[in-house]
């Protein structure tokens, strides 16, 4: 098994914990284990197995959380995950776990299981107060010979009863009553365990199992339409199930009428971008800027003021070390930690947004755009959660079928603002567009995601041709996480954030201090003068970035310190101008003699564009070298800069002209523009139609 977050050195029983996605197979494994593992509402959330010790009574063992799948045959990357991994501890107990109101789709897994000869403990998780299903767990034990509890996966119900049926010896049980009819379908017998299963999964005609066996015959001549027969004769048995243990209200699962407006063709995409305006809008200007200032003034009026006169008594204010410790440490790492109250809102309203079910209906309602564009539908998920973290969003690529699907998913997931960019747009965008930041700030994100989209079109037609991929996608009810879901996230993302600022963020800004205060002969250019070595290196660069409008050396170097984390573009930010708050480096953005300022709202608006696009952060090149290898990671890099530079270079043209002619003129100059591409393209295709018609007579 490969070592995971939570590999422990002594070895217990292994308990598996096998489901459909979006069944509550996450949530249960929290709760057994007391972690706090990642939820979601969509296929692919769990892409490799995670394993953790947990008590049973007087008994320890270890739940490994396998990757969510819909039957024993593979159909992406987290489902081989899966299905590899039951087959090879083929003699673990396994808890099966169903959702109630989906409970007669959910139970092909389970006789997928009972079929392979395992020992399976099925649960039936009941999370909705008003389930449209309810089913008669003893009646469902007696068909099928197998220990049935319902539970709730989110409260606790009933989970002593299961832990009980865990303490059981192994025992393998009875396979389904249809097993012998299909498997004796088989026109060839086959030596290997457990062939009965093996023997259905060829009448399916599942590829691994054809390879695995090394089946010669020509299958789709020999097993005419046994698919259709092995599927009607377990559905078939599902049914007799259905009308013996499961009363139906009637009605739909996950439909709402709310579904009328969200998934409208012509509302999805304006509702998707107001609900996106107003998270924004309370994340940087309403509550979150409330508590980012008390937070600020809290910092500055105790921790700050308390260090630096420590630090001034002790060393100096003239000495090197209180320079480190007031500017680096107070003033750079201050500035990003004054963050941490809109961080923690950004993550807690896209949790809510994920719980409630509604990204799955964005999901779905971008499938189509997303097809036509060489992307599948998954690749949405991987985009979503860009907005979160690139480096976590490349790792969900994996679950694409088709590789160059997921290379090209993992290339443009660094394109979507994450939220070690938003710092830099509120403090740049809040000190140069005021109010109307909310718009910039909502025109960036799209941007990233408009430039993705395009980018992958582009390579659709050239170089990353993908196949057609299957997209299965559930619309869950629309419900609320709970206010105990939610009190975790706001602590694993408040975690999660303190420990960036307490390690890498620390780490780089003090060296990004030394770099700036120490020349190349180690003065320290406060008191002996001189260029600083981050000075000389900046001046060197500098002169790369005077077309976007921003060339100065301070401007430079804070975007190669951003290259590690792009926390630490405003964090370098403030320490070149000697700032400790937001307020601080947003009256100083506009001063010429500060060491970063920009001249005018066009420059500040080009470097904006930039930090969007320029780089992906250290983490995302490592994931992206590990996920599709260093040739495309290398690729991705130079794309992704140049078409920063060009993109940006557009942008401070487009954003001049607007502030020396004003907006119509360049409004109406943009429509004409737009109107000769037009033009230009519809000639060209006529061209071409016009010379491939030359001596075809099929129209006359």
Known sequence: MKKCDFYEAKPFEEILLVGNPNTGKTTLFNLLTKSNEHVGNWHGVTVEQKGKNFSCFDKTFRLVDLPGIYSLSALSYEEKVAIDYIKAHNKTKIINICDQNNIERNLSLTLGLLEYGLDVVLVVNCMDKRPICKVDCKKLSSILNIPVFSINAKTGDNIESLKKALLQPYKIAPEPSYVQSLAKMLPFNIQVDRKEFYAIKLLEKDEDVIGLLKVNTNVDNVFKNSIQIVAKTRYDFIEKIKSECVKHSGKVYGESKIDKIVLNRFLAFPLFLLILCGVFYFTFFSIGKWLSEGLTSLLDNTIARFVNQISASVFGEGSWVYGLISEALIGGVGTVLSFLPQVALLFLFLSFLEDSGYLSRVAFACEDLFGKLGLSGKSVYSLLMGFGCSTSAILTARNMDDKKAKIKTAMLTPYMSCSAK??????????????????????????????????????????????????ILEFPPYRFGGIKRMTNVLWDNVKTFLIRVGSLIIAMNVIVWLLGNFSFSFGYVTKDGGVSMLESLGKILAPIFVPLGFGSWGIASALIAGVVAKEVVISSIAMFNLASNMGEISLSLSNPESVVFFATPSVALSFLVFCLLYCPCLSSMAVLKQEIGRKWTFFAVIVQFCLAYLTTLFVYNVALTFEKFGGTKVVLFLLLFVLIIICVIKIISLFRKSRSCRGCNRCK
């Open 422 to 471: 938003f710092p830099i747009y509120v403090v740049i965008g809040g000190a140069f567009f005021g109010a109307n930041n909310v718009f910039v700030i909502l025109g960036l994100y799209i941007l990233g995601l408009i430039i993705a989209l395009l980018l992958s079109y582009i390579y659709e037609k050239t170089i990353l041709k993908s196949k057609e991929q299957s997209f």
